[in-house]
């Protein structure tokens, strides 16, 4: 799995498994050394949509996100998470730097973690699909 | 400590938090209204970030031109990475930082804005080798008129060189042309210069070391 | 018009905001929870997101909370608290083709390419209300039978790429790629890029933009006529940001959006007649009514290429916090103009009696 990808899957985690993972992995000293360096801040990020007609941009608004970075001994790992929770987005900065130094079969605990998250996606996904293709409609056009 | 802990130490310390920047930008915006009057920056900052820079950690934002004037590249994009901020030509920069003040461009070779968009024009933060005080007639290096100020401030710049302030002398445009400018001393204490005073040499001009 | 420099009434005032906190917050009712506005009242957050300009679902429903569901005052309650945030980044851009579908109906075509899917619709329901609790249905109860094929959601065609490809639509695709107008950071005047124009009506009032529609379709403006719709789409598209020490592209989440392609019969005299043109609707969340109406709307801005006031009304009417805003400051106190017009209308009867 690339750096990315792990980060996409931290950024959807589950905020309390992921926060309790990472304090478990820290209070056993599993993750030591951790230094913030950038401080969680909410804010915004600008989103830009290219429309199909003229395949212009346009802006269509701002979604809310929480960024974070740390290094952990020495590594720096980055977050983003939407919606404004700073802790989730520090644990998943943590996660980040982590991963990157000792690599996900370093940390099975979180390997896990994100192997349950892609797994719920696409259960979501599945469950999701299931139901709206039951609304698939071909009318019948009358002579 | 490896590269990459010094990235990370200095990174780490130019992320202002938000009483940091309010702070700054309080401070800044009083030294503008009050030209020639000394300010200090918060010692705290002044201990872990370049004073030069510490202007425009408080007030660059997310895609603001900015540049930084000093040789190292490197520290542009610290401050790039920390504000969001995007790196363009010194002349075409929304805010600059200029670490050596001897340079040419300082200080006609920056965006003076223009007659009708003249907020368009550069806010400058230049440092130099000295200390700033408060002085009298007698004593200061710098006199400084113009709004904002009753009569005349003087202030002194114990440790600078002659050659380094000379670029005050040399402001030459037209009103509402012009920088806005932040001269920092290496304490932290500034001055804030804005485009429409008047800036004259004080009776202790020479006596600096050139 | 001058306005009163007034004074006093503090006490008041405070009285009034605090009557208005007490009586909401102390009501003996059972306190909303904030997932029951995201989950029962969906589509009303979608508007307040759509029309503030900021994905964020618990805020949205936090604002209309504190609203007390008046509309335009969580749009502002949003948009005020989205002043204080910083923008941290640009997302990379997506196309409207990213999008996964919830839901897709083409008005124009019985086959468009690719299946038509009613997704969560009451397009044809009959408008009964409903006075008393009802069961819920159990979807696993269904017995339809499922197309294998279908298993996998299918590729996103689009009606557009039909006409394309049947060489029926005008090809306005631009070569260059010009940077998007920014309406927060700089107010859209006519004329103004296109893209200023999608902006602004993509975070314009519902009602506004419907309303702007339909006057032009029955109203004396006439600047435009009925389309027929091509696609009419909600579904999720990815948020994508680059991670700052690899640069690749990280998937943080996903915002849902209403896209409509509304297609013009081109008949005018320097038209391309022979073939349609389409215009383009896009919003936050799920409202159908909003993107139809801005397709419609831009495809009759472009067509009227600044001939009519139509761009000016768009650009500087549609705003729900702008046009609010302004009719609710008629509340402060106008002493001052008022006492000027009693004046002057007194001042001119003297006179009128004096010259009898």
């Known amino acids: ?143 | ?210 | 018009m001058g306005y009163a420099a007034a004074r006093g009434g503090l006490n008041a005032i405070l009285t009034a905001e605090n009557l208005v906190r007490r009586l909401r917050d102390l009501d003996p009712s059972e306190r909303i929870e904030l997932d029951q506005f995201t989950g029962r009242l969906r589509l009303l957050v979608d508007r307040v997101m759509g029309e503030s300009g900021l994905w964020a679902p618990e805020l949205a429903a936090m604002a209309l909370c504190q609203g007390e569901g008046d509309l335009i005052e969580a749009v502002h309650l949003l948009r005020a608290y989205k002043s204080t945030l910083g923008r941290l980044d640009t997302a990379i851009p997506l196309h409207a083709n990213d999008i996964q579908l919830l839901r897709r109906v083409v008005p124009a075509f019985r086959e468009p390419g690719g299946p038509q899917i009613l997704g969560r619709s009451t397009d044809y329901t009959a408008r009964m209300l409903t006075t008393t609790d009802r069961d819920i249905v159990d979807a696993s109860d269904s017995t339809t039978t499922l197309d294998t094929a279908l298993k996998t959601r299918p590729s996103n065609s689009r009606m557009s790429d039909v006409l394309r490809d049947m060489d029926l639509l005008v090809d306005r695709r631009r070569t260059d790629d010009p940077e998007p107008f920014d309406i927060t950071r700089t107010p859209a005047k006519p004329p103004a890029p296109r893209s200023a124009l999608l902006s602004s009506m993509a975070r314009a009032e519902t009602g506004a933009l419907v309303n702007q529609w339909y006057r032009n379709i029955l109203g004396p403006d006439g600047y435009l006529h009925e389309v027929t719709l091509g696609e009419v789409r909600h579904g999720k598209l990815p948020i994508n940001v680059r991670h700052p020490m690899t640069g690749g592209s990280v998937n943080i989440g996903s915002f849902r959006a209403t896209e409509v392609e509304a297609i013009e019969d081109l008949n005018g005299s320097e038209e391309d007649r022979t073939r349609f043109d389409v215009g383009y609707g896009f919003c936050f969340g799920h409202n159908e009514r909003k993107a139809i109406a801005m397709a419609n709307l831009d495809i009759a801005c472009y067509r009227d290429g600044a001939k009519s006031g139509l761009e000016q009304s768009l650009l500087m009417t549609t705003d729900g916090l702008d046009s609010a805003g302004f009719l609710e400051h008629l509340k402060l106190p106008h002493y001052v103009t008022f006492r000027s017009m009693v004046e002057r209308k007194v001042a001119v009867r003297r006179v009128a009696d004096g010259s009898k």
């Open chain 2, 1 to 210: 400590m490896s590269d990459t802990q010094i990235e990370a130490a200095e990174l780490s310390a130019r992320f202002l938090d938000l009483h940091e920047s309010q702070t700054v930008f309080r401070l800044l915006l009083d030294a503008l209204s009050q030209p020639g009057k000394v300010f200090h920056l918060p010692a705290e900052l002044v201990a872990r970030i370049p004073v030069v820079e510490v202007p425009l950690l408080a007030l660059l934002g997310y895609d603001t031109p900015f540049s930084l004037v000093s040789g190292d590249s490197s520290r542009e994009h610290l401050i790039a990475r920390a504000t969001s901020g995007r790196i363009v030509e010194p002349a075409v920069a929304a805010y600059v930082g200029v670490c050596d003040s001897r340079i040419d461009l300082l200080p006609m070779g920056f965006c003076l804005g223009t007659p009708m968009r003249p907020d368009t024009a550069a806010q400058v933060s230049v440092q130099v080798n000295g200390i700033f005080t408060s002085a009298t007639e007698s004593t200061g290096t710098l006199h400084v008129r113009g709004p904002g100020v009753e009569t005349t401030n003087h202030v002194s710049c114990d440790g600078a060189t002659t050659s380094e302030l000379e670029f005050l002398l040399r402001r030459d445009w037209t009103a509402p042309r012009g920088l806005d400018m932040w001269i920092i001393g290496v304490d932290g204490s500034f001055i804030g210069i804005p485009r429409t005073s008047h800036v004259s040499a004080g009776r202790s001009w020479n006596k600096g070391v050139s």
């Open chain 1, 1 to 143: 799995m690339s750096r990315e990808d792990i980060c996409s899957s931290l950024a959807s985690s589950d905020a309390i498994a992921l926060e309790t993972l990472i304090n478990s992995l820290i209070a056993r000293g599993a993750i030591a050394n951790i230094e913030m360096i950038r401080p969680p801040s909410t804010g915004t990020i600008q989103m830009q949509v290219r429309e199909p007609i003229c395949e212009e941009r346009f802006i269509v608004g701002d979604a809310l996100v929480t960024v974070a970075e740390v290094s952990v001994a020495g590594t720096l790992g980055w977050a983003m998470r939407l919606g404004g929770d700073a802790n989730a987005a520090v644990a998943a900065a943590v996660a980040d730097a982590h991963i990157a130094r000792v690599g996900l079969e370093g940390v099975p605990e979180l390997a896990e973690l994100i192997s349950f998250t892609q797994l719920e996606l696409d259960r979501t996904e599945e469950r999701e699909w299931a139901e709206i293709r039951e609304t698939i409609i071909d009318f019948e056009e009358l002579d």
